[in-house]
């Protein structure tokens, strides 16, 4: 394990805003897309289709900004852990970022094949009218890659919390926002 106690390994606020930003955005698009069809069809469904779209749309800035962010400026820590353990929380970061990108695009091209209106007021065109295998294909790719994304930021969350409450270091801390 590496000392993860100084002060200075901790992330800088924007990283940390960032990052719970992202989670809260995920966690609500992942809740708003499993009730969607609990909605009526047509005008009871199409303000929580739009507000989904509109939610993953502002995920997908915050994710870009995010991205240039810890490029550039963002406050990069030395590892928490060594060997096999870093391998795993490497893998995991990257593995959260890939889905992420992923689910974003292929909201965006469920968005294209199915063509949406968004809350009544604008309609995206439809890419291929009729091809109801494309719609199906991509809203399951779709699905898979958000399910699958909320099963690693599970994981990923127990993992943190695991550092926390069983081995008593300060990982946790490190990506928690500062007290006044």
């Known amino acids: 394990m590496v000392d993860t106690s100084d ?3 901790a992330y800088d606020s924007k990283t940390i805003r960032l990052h719970w930003i992202t989670a809260a ?3 609500a698009l992942w809740c708003l897309g499993k009730t969607i ?3 009526p069809p047509g005008v009871g469904r199409i303000p929580a289709r739009s507000v989904h779209i509109c939610v993953g ?8 900004y995010r991205i240039v962010w810890r490029w550039r400026r963002g406050r990069h820590l030395p590892p928490a852990s060594s060997g096999a353990a870093q391998l ?10 890939f889905l992420l990108i992923g689910a974003i695009a292929l909201g965006i091209a469920n968005v294209w094949v199915r063509g949406d209106s968004l809350f009544g007021l604008m309609s995206i065109p439809q890419f291929d009218p009729g091809n109801k295998p494309l719609q199906m294909q991509v809203a399951k790719l779709h699905y898979l890659f958000a399910n699958t994304l909320l099963i690693v930021a599970g994981v990923h969350a127990m993992a943190a919390l695991a550092h926390h409450l069983l081995c008593k270091d300060r990982v ?3 990506m928690m926002p500062k007290r006044s």
């Open 7 to 9: 002060a200075l390994c």
């Open 25 to 27: 955005l995920t966690v």
């Open 37 to 39: 069809d609990w909605f």
């Open 57 to 64: 749309a502002v995920l997908g800035l915050v994710l870009c």
């Open 88 to 97: 795993l929380a490497t893998f995991t970061h990257y593995a959260l970022y």
């Open 172 to 174: 946790l801390q490190r």
